[in-house]
């Protein structure tokens, strides 16, 4: 089992809680990290914060699906929005708990990853089969941050971190222009005037801590 959370106590804390049960392999504190020791380290389950530094807990997520698409991961969030969940289960969670649930849930996530199943925090689990029925029925569900692309999202949660074009592009590979065009191209799909909406937007929606 590998650990991600950018707060150490959290992640103190849960080794303390699974380490009976659990082998543990590693703790990492950001999802560039998290990418990192998952590659190295092959762990059997990852447990994910979603808002982390550097790259969300999804946006690893999705990498790492592209290199294992059998990795599993439970997220254990404290965002309650429904919208997170669907997000994740999208992005091919194994399982998704609130940290303010029962100990008892998140190892119960864990013992249902292992087993090739999915575990959705009892909180979320029926307003999540509410929302997805009434997409079925053609109502749709108003999610703005499925309006960007992968990269976008990485884009956005490194400028509301702080980090300016030059340092994106150096950070991604890319040239400053490139960031640039991805930052321009995401105001218009988002509707922001300038720098600081699409930081509100990034802060508002999850992708940073």
């Not at 992640?11 to 990192?36: N, P, Q, S, T, Y």
């Not at 020791?37 to 990852?46: H, K, T």
């Amino acid at each position: 089992m590998l650990l991600a959370d950018d707060h150490r106590m959290v992640a103190e804390g849960l080794r303390g809680l699974l380490v009976d049960e659990f082998d543990l392999v590693g703790i990492v504190e950001d999802g560039a990290a998290l990418v990192k020791a998952a590659r190295e380290l092959q762990p059997d389950v990852i447990v994910a914060d979603i808002s982390m530094p550097h790259l969300s807990g999804l946006e690893a997520l999705k990498q790492l699906k592209r290199d294992n698409p059998k990795v599993r991961v439970v997220f254990l969030t404290m965002h309650r929005d429904v919208a997170y969940a669907r997000r994740a289960l999208e992005a091919g969670a194994a399982g998704f708990v609130l940290k303010h649930s029962a100990p008892a849930e998140l190892v119960l996530a864990l013992r249902a990853a292992l087993q090739g199943r999915t575990f959705i925090a009892p909180d979320l689990a029926a307003e999540l089969l509410r929302t997805a029925n009434r997409a079925g029925q053609g109502a749709g569900v108003d999610d703005p941050v499925a309006a960007l692309t992968s990269r976008q999202r990485e884009i956005l949660q490194l400028f509301a971190e702080g980090k300016s074009a030059k340092e994106i592009a150096s950070t991604l590979g890319l040239s400053a222009r490139t960031v640039e065009d991805h930052k321009y191209r995401m105001m218009e799909s988002l509707g922001v005037e300038n720098s600081a909406g699409l930081i509100h937007f990034a802060i508002k929606h999850g992708l940073v801590p």
